[in-house]
């Protein structure tokens, strides 16, 4: 069978970030956007938001075209695996065009539970599919209780470890925490430990890489320097050169800062939130009750100035990101392509 992926490109991912990569190490093609994608941009947006209107405030009239746009290569082509790798974003009606039978249907799916079900209404057309695929245990009780067991499969989300790898380690700033991202993330919790580490300890200095709108904030802190919207470069360049990455979390599955920093031999402190604890074992990183600030910033300082375990903590992050590396991801999913073909 042939590989299709259907996906838009996250913008705030870099060039070497996001579930997108995978692209890059299966034989595939990638289903952009085509003429009758660019027809469909003629139609009166009411009309289609009508279309869509079943489909949950988390799909738009981009995705609605996306879709609409592959009905050729759906009636005509056959023996493809359409597989679409942000399953909350673009798929919804796809399967149900499917008149041949003889393609098959899969869809990734990124959101911890609260929040899918917070942006989808409907989940009917999920039992279209032939394979659905999850990045973190705990979304597992949405599907498995939507489709049978046996149609939904746990793959992890992978890392590129050639781009993100560690640099120098005298070139790591003493003391520097870093904190990178905006969805999922806790701000008010990370606003109270580094209230809470200002005040025990003058020395400790903070970088953030978020979105513009959470730098108020911040803004009066002590120590804290305030980036968004940085190159990849530079966002590996902070990368290796923190001390650990703290990174306070509302909730998830998988985490594309918390790989790429243990690709970069960084420490994690995070919050134990959702599946992240599959990607982060004990030996890498802590994982601290949800919103508990005191503790997170005690954690920090105690880590900060224990100079062996911030090593073998560096070096246990490095090993668990080479075992998320894209080249292992990907031979699983082609295993999963042909188990899915052989049904």
């Not at 009309?47 to 009636?75: D, I, K, V």
């Not at 899918?116 to 599919?129: N, P, V």
């Not at 979390?249 to 994690?268: F, V, Y």
């Amino acid at each position: 069978m042939t590989i299709e992926y259907i996906f838009d490109r996250m913008g705030h991912h870099s060039a070497h970030s996001g579930y997108d990569q995978i692209i890059k190490y299966i034989d595939c093609h990638v289903r952009g956007a085509n003429s009758l994608y660019r027809l469909l941009g003629h139609c009166p947006e009411r009309m289609l938001a009508q279309l869509r209107r079943t489909a949950g405030c988390w799909y738009n009239s981009h995705a609605l075209r996306l879709e609409l746009q592959n009905l050729p290569a759906f009636f005509f082509k056959k023996n493809q695996i359409f597989h679409f790798l942000y399953g909350e974003d673009n798929f919804h009606y796809s399967s149900y065009l499917n008149p041949r039978r003889s393609n098959k249907f899969v869809a990734t799916y990124h959101f911890p539970p609260e929040k899918f079900y917070q942006t989808t209404i409907a989940t009917r057309h999920l039992k279209s599919l032939d394979a659905i695929i999850i990045i973190a245990p705990n979304q597992e009780t949405i599907f498995k209780n939507i489709v049978s067991p046996e149609r939904v499969h746990l793959m992890p989300h992978g890392v590129d470890t050639l781009c993100f790898t560690p640099g120098d380690s005298a070139a790591r700033r003493s003391g520097h925490c870093l904190f990178v991202g905006t969805h999922l993330r806790d701000f008010d919790t990370l606003r109270e430990v580094i209230l809470k580490i200002n005040r025990a300890d003058q020395h400790i200095s903070f970088t953030i890489v978020t979105s513009r709108e959470h730098f108020p904030l911040f803004e009066h802190l002590h120590n804290v320097s305030l980036l968004s919207s940085v190159s990849e470069q530079k966002l590996l360049e902070l990368y290796q050169t923190a001390t650990l990455l703290l990174l306070p979390l509302l909730d998830s599955t998988a985490n594309n800062a918390i790989l790429e920093a243990m690709a970069c031999g960084l420490p994690i402190i995070t919050s134990a939130a959702g599946g992240i604890g599959m990607y982060l074992p004990q030996e890498a990183g802590m994982l601290l009750p949800l919103g508990d600030a005191s503790l997170m910033a005690q954690k920090t300082i105690e880590l900060i100035y224990a100079p062996p375990r911030l090593a073998a903590m560096s070096h246990a992050a490095r090993s668990t990101a080479e075992s998320f590396d894209w080249k292992i991801i990907a031979k699983k999913m082609q295993l999963l392509y042909r188990h899915i073909t052989e049904q």
